[in-house]
């Protein structure tokens, strides 16, 4: 959602006349887009803001501006603009509408701008122009916002509400999308599962994924994310039956106990999610699963972390991002005893090492098969290589070169290697 963020910026940027550049020193504008779902995410981020003042020395003229949800949070922009005197434009996530106009008044007064408006229900602006820059992908956001309030995450208060697009603004920019020949598209939403409930939709998301499969073409189409205590039959079906909807779902768990569940309020169990996973293996046998897994939350004991682990087990997902919790000011986790970091670099380590070897072995069941893949790039190691996503989205590498990229090819494959697959493709 930030890389799509960052592309809406560009597109605001190139309207004013300009161009991307690869380097900072010779830049006329530089801008951090910045996040703070996790505290090393935010460091990182003023780390790099305040390297920037070098360039500002170096070259006066130079713009430089910080938006995203690190500036939505309580006081932060104004705390930013303090420690960061250098930096002439500060914007919240409800504010990147004024970037043309904040750029303008730089240029002709060198005055500077800071705004962050309240994060409740803010408007959804259609008419953002967008500098693609995702390849073979182009993402396509169907909603904004949060309303579930898990304790640990900062998302609800730095990105409002959930307010959803009507179906009719979605589907015209899919259609575009499709014509303009993206193979890919990636549905966008805090909760794509809860779509549409805020325009009194009843189960929107599957009827909107019914409106995508019934356009015509040769594409795919993802999603991401999905909230468990909202995925339903409806949707795996519709999934199921179409022919351009992956059969690939990121359901983040978070957590296998169900205590842990409850302090972070996600509204589910450790059995309910269970059987989503059965349900959804039921309709698609071949789907790949995916999840976000982490340990170390407030409370968390041995116990817990082995529920943990044996649902990983039990599931075998084909991929997950595990990670340590990390306290988020504002939010209730962070005033919560804290797991010793000892403990939580212990069981993190248990879990990937247990991730890694499922993943290994999934791998290994897809020697001799033909996937369809989609090639995306030219692959970072080997000459005349090229690589591409499964629908179930595992990556896979074969021959190619440039002129492969943006088609579907038949690729068996001939070798695993821990997630990765490498094949040949079936003339």
């Known amino acids: 959602m930030n890389l799509h963020e960052s592309e809406k910026a560009a597109g605001i940027l190139r309207s004013l006349g300009y161009e991307e550049c690869d380097r900072e020193e010779v830049a006329d504008i530089i801008l951090f887009n910045t996040c703070c779902i996790r505290d090393n995410a935010e460091r990182r981020a003023k780390g790099n803001i305040g390297a920037a003042k070098v360039f500002k020395r170096n070259n006066p003229d130079l713009i430089i501006a910080v938006m995203g949800c690190m500036t939505q949070q309580d006081s932060a922009g104004e705390a930013m603009a303090k420690k960061f005197p250098f930096v002439d434009i500060i914007l919240g996530t409800n504010n990147l509408d004024k970037l043309a106009e904040c750029v303008e008044k730089v240029r002709n007064s060198r005055k500077r701008s800071v705004l962050i408006d309240p994060c409740a229900t803010p408007e959804i602006r259609e008419d953002t122009p967008v500098f693609r820059t995702s390849g073979t992908n182009a993402w396509l956001n169907i909603m904004y916002g949060c309303n579930n309030f898990c304790t640990y995450c900062i998302v609800p208060y730095v990105r409002g509400r959930e307010r959803s697009r009507t179906p009719e603004n979605v589907m015209k920019e899919f259609n575009r999308l499709i014509d303009e020949g993206y193979k890919e598209i990636t549905l966008l939403g805090q909760n794509v599962n809860s779509y549409g409930k805020d325009l009194g939709m009843t189960n929107g998301f599957a009827l909107l994924l019914e409106k995508i499969a019934a356009v015509r073409g040769d594409f795919r189409v993802r999603f991401m994310t999905s909230h468990p205590k909202d995925f ?27 205590k842990i569940l409850k302090l972070m309020n996600r509204h589910y169990t450790r059995d309910y999610y269970m059987s989503l996973i059965q349900m959804i293996r039921s309709k698609m046998p071949d789907c790949g699963i995916t999840s976000d897994i982490m340990v170390g939350f407030p409370y968390e004991e041995d116990e817990d972390f082995a529920d943990t682990l044996d649902l990983v087990n039990k599931v075998r997902y084909s991929g997950a991002f595990t990670f340590v919790y990390s306290p988020r000011k504002g939010t209730p986790a ?22 890694n070897k499922i993943v290994k072995e999934i791998s290994k069941t897809f020697e001799g098969k033909v996937l369809r893949v989609l090639c995306e790039d030219l692959a970072p190691k080997g000459e005349g290589k090229v690589c591409g996503r499964s629908e179930c989205g595992r990556m896979v590498t074969f021959d190619g070169d440039k002129h492969s990229i943006g088609n579907f090819y038949d690729v068996k494959i001939v070798k695993s290697q821990s997630a990765s697959l490498f094949g040949e493709v079936v003339e």
């Open 232 to 258: 339903n039959a409806d949707i795996a079906d519709v999934i199921a039956s179409s022919k351009n909807i992956c059969n690939n779902i990121h359901l983040p768990v978070q957590s296998g106990s169900d």
């Open 334 to 355: 962070a005033d919560m005893p804290q797991v010793p970091p000892e403990v939580s670099k212990r069981r993190i380590i248990e879990l990937v090492n247990t991730q």
